[in-house]
């Protein structure tokens, strides 16, 4: 059974770091590539970030959160990671993790940044 479960999520204040971590089971996760998406509330999903298979050494952003987040993977563990620093409001969602394998969406993580 191919599954992804996000977790990490949480309220911050504006500023702050989060880390989302994704927990992959169920397929050759090294082999595939992953991406994180968010979707905030009233917006449409949007792609945050995407990590290369294997190595995970190619990896995009949104530009509106370059600079501010990490993609990085541990094939080991079979876990996707999403380091968030200097929070904004803005950025408040729930953040699904992603793979082409299966289409497979995790059930997501909220994330909510206020004072």
């Known amino acids: 059974q191919v599954q992804l479960v996000e977790s990490g999520g949480g309220l911050v204040q504006p500023g702050g770091s989060l880390r989302l971590s994704c927990a992959a089971s169920?397929?050759?996760?090294?082999?595939?590539?992953m991406r994180w998406y968010r979707q905030g509330p009233g917006k449409e999903r949007m792609l945050v970030a995407t990590?290369?298979?294997?190595?995970?050494?190619?990896?995009t952003y949104a530009d509106s959160v370059k600079g501010r987040f990490t993609i990085s993977r541990d094939n080991a563990k079979n876990t996707v990671y999403l380091q968030m620093t200097n929070l904004k409001p803005e950025d408040t969602a729930v953040y699904l993790c992603?793979?082409?394998?299966?289409?497979?969406w995790g059930q997501g993580t909220q994330v909510t940044v206020s004072s």
């Open positions: 992603y793979c082409p394998y299966g289409d497979t």
């Open positions: 169920g397929f050759p996760f090294s082999a595939y590539s």
């Open positions: 990590i290369n298979n294997f190595r995970g050494d190619y990896t």
